[in-house]
């Protein structure tokens, strides 16, 4: 008899610039944070109810019976490893996929469409970053589904129609806060804020707003007015007590600190010092226009 396919959300969860931790720390140190990042992958999946049903290399496949619970899994996965301490210098980073819709189980394993475009969606997000589905999206809770911003439609090979695709934004208030609550011993909060100013708009980073968007799209938090710029090109995170930029952009992000030469920053990270100024995609003396102004602000 022919099994009929049941509905479940898949995850793929995958370790960021594993080949480069190798090459940095050496393959035992490099094992050794790859083997803590596939842990926490698996904790975190069947602490929410899903079941692993692969490891592959550095990456995971679970299932879950619902949206809901495969995106509270990916918001934990990527609270536990953003609060892990950089090794050497190397900051552990995940990315995810998601998917939601009829799988079909032979054995321990899971196959069809589903299994395909999670496979894809976790092909296209960045570091430290949560891709879903369109189906998946649709499937979760309310107070999730609210936490998720459009970001494009895909075609996937196989599939006549495109795949609508979103970003799980679980980092940036007390809703998604709460997706990640699971996550044993939140940071203390630094006293210290960044102040970023572009234009006239002016943006607060600090306790209650943990992350700032810049680039060339409208949905940024900072709308970059300069065909250099990269639709999403850089974001600024608040980690811990400190304040870094990320970069995220074909041309490259251009940070001076006071006082400093100008420093070109591209597929990179940053931490943030006093105050100083961003250019996006081209250096500030070639087109002062759109240059941020940043200003870490620390009380007395």
Same mark, same amino acid.
């Given at each position: 008899? =022919?099994?009929?396919?049941?509905?479940?959300a898949v995850?793929?969860?995958?370790?960021? +610039? $594993?080949?480069?931790?190798?090459?940095?720390?050496?393959?035992?140190?490099?094992?050794?944070?790859?083997?803590?990042?596939?842990?926490?992958?698996?904790? $975190?999946? !069947?602490?929410? %109810?899903?079941?692993?049903?692969?490891?592959?290399?550095?990456?995971?496949?679970c299932?879950?019976?619902? &949206?809901?619970?495969?995106?509270?899994?990916?918001?934990?996965?990527?609270s536990?490893?953003?609060?892990?301490?950089?090794?050497s +210098?190397?900051r552990?980073?995940?990315? /995810?996929?998601?998917q939601?819709? *009829?799988? !079909?189980?032979?054995g321990?394993?899971?196959? #069809?469409?589903?299994?395909?475009?999670?496979a894809?969606?976790?092909?296209?997000?960045k570091?430290?970053? /949560?891709?879903?589905? %369109?189906?998946c999206?649709?499937?979760?809770?309310? *107070?999730?589904?609210?936490?998720?911003?459009?970001?494009?439609?895909?075609?996937?090979?196989?599939?006549?129609?495109?795949?609508?695709?979103?970003?799980?934004?679980?980092?940036?208030?007390?809703?998604?806060?709460?997706?990640?609550?699971?996550? *044993?011993?939140?940071?203390?909060?630094?006293?210290?804020? !960044?102040? !970023?100013?572009?234009? %006239?708009?002016?943006?607060?980073?600090?306790? #209650?707003?943990?992350?700032?968007?810049? #680039?060339?799209?409208?949905?940024?938090?900072?709308?970059?007015?300069?065909?250099? &710029? $990269?639709?999403?090109?850089?974001?600024?995170?608040?980690?811990?007590?400190?304040?870094?930029?990320?970069?995220? $952009?074909?041309?490259?992000t251009?940070?001076?600190?006071?006082?400093?030469?100008?420093? &070109?920053?591209?597929? =990179?990270?940053?931490?943030?010092?006093?105050r100083?100024?961003?250019s996006?995609?081209? *250096?500030?003396?070639?087109?002062?226009?759109?240059?941020?102004?940043?200003?870490?602000?620390?009380?007395a």
């Amino acid at each position: 008899m =022919e099994k009929k396919p049941v509905n479940l959300a898949v995850l793929f969860a995958d370790i960021t +610039g $594993s080949t480069r931790l190798y090459e940095k720390l050496g393959n035992a140190r490099a094992l050794e944070c790859v083997g803590l990042c596939l842990n926490i992958m698996r904790e $975190s999946a !069947l602490g929410c %109810g899903g079941r692993v049903v692969q490891t592959i290399g550095d990456e995971v496949l679970c299932v879950f019976p619902t &949206a809901s619970a495969a995106t509270q899994a990916a918001a934990e996965m990527q609270s536990r490893v953003e609060m892990q301490e950089p090794v050497s +210098g190397q900051r552990l980073q995940i990315h /995810i996929g998601l998917q939601f819709g *009829p799988v !079909l189980e032979e054995g321990q394993d899971v196959f #069809g469409d589903c299994v395909n475009v999670a496979a894809r969606m976790v092909k296209m997000a960045k570091p430290s970053q /949560i891709i879903a589905g %369109g189906e998946c999206v649709e499937a979760l809770s309310k *107070p999730m589904k609210d936490q998720t911003r459009a970001l494009d439609k895909l075609p996937v090979k196989g599939r006549e129609q495109e795949v609508d695709v979103y970003e799980v934004l679980w980092r940036q208030n007390e809703e998604l806060t709460y997706m990640a609550s699971r996550a *044993p011993g939140p940071p203390k909060q630094p006293p210290a804020r !960044l102040c !970023l100013r572009h234009g %006239g708009k002016e943006m607060i980073l600090g306790p #209650g707003h943990e992350l700032i968007r810049l #680039g060339r799209e409208n949905s940024c938090d900072i709308v970059i007015a300069d065909r250099k &710029a $990269s639709r999403e090109h850089a974001r600024i995170e608040r980690r811990r007590d400190k304040f870094v930029l990320v970069d995220v $952009s074909s041309n490259g992000t251009f940070v001076t600190f006071h006082g400093q030469p100008e420093m &070109a920053v591209k597929r =990179e990270e940053v931490v943030l010092q006093g105050r100083g100024s961003i250019s996006f995609g081209h *250096p500030y003396s070639d087109d002062p226009t759109e240059v941020a102004a940043f200003e870490i602000e620390t009380p007395a």
